[in-house]
């Protein structure tokens, strides 16, 4: 069985993950389902069908297809002022802290501009509990997303969008 990844998105103006269901314009035969230990940088996806707190697989698409999020950074999660991962689950406001700080510095990176000056957002994927103790997930997936139901159809990498 596998663990759930639990779906926490942060302050800094993050927009949801997640879109409203019928809200979507694609074609979702074109989707490849993939494990949330999977996903990797420059996967792009598309917005979950129903809106849920939890998730064991993500709907992967080429770039091209038109989507909503892609997947911009894996930041593994350290004790704050420290190099190093403890072994027990931080909690729910440690590991939002880290992935605003974390997410917030990787996005000027992938994308080219800051943020804060980006028509773009970020959300991201925390490990839950469950994942944490019986996984050793410690790893924060984030993602640049869109709002109000404008999809990409290209790769944001490197766009300054």
């Not at 019928?22 to 598309?46: A, I, K, P, Y």
């Not at 698409?61 to 072994?87: F, K, N, R, S």
């Not at 689950?89 to 804060?116: H, I, N, T, W």
């Not at 997303?145 to 969008?161: F, K």
Request: glycine fraction near 8%; include cysteine; charge should be negative.
């Amino acid at each position: 069985m596998k663990v759930w990844r639990g779906v926490l998105a942060g302050g800094l103006g993050v927009a949801a993950l997640l879109a409203l269901p019928g809200c979507s314009l694609f074609d979702r035969d074109d989707t490849d389902q993939v494990s949330v230990f999977d996903v990797e940088v420059g996967d792009c996806f598309t917005a979950p069908e129903e809106i849920t707190t939890t998730f064991t697989s993500l709907d992967r698409v080429a770039c091209d297809v038109p989507h909503e999020q892609e997947a911009y950074a894996l930041a593994t999660y350290t004790d704050p002022g420290t190099d190093t991962t403890p072994d027990t689950f931080p909690g729910e406001a440690a590991l939002k802290s880290f992935a605003d700080g974390a997410c917030a510095q990787e996005y000027a990176g992938y994308v080219g501009v800051d943020y804060r000056d980006s028509e773009l957002f970020f959300t991201y994927l925390l490990p839950s509990p469950r994942s944490w103790e019986q996984d050793e997930d410690r790893t924060t997936l984030c993602f640049v997303t869109t709002t109000d139901g404008v999809q990409l159809t290209q790769s944001v990498e490197g766009t300054r969008w």
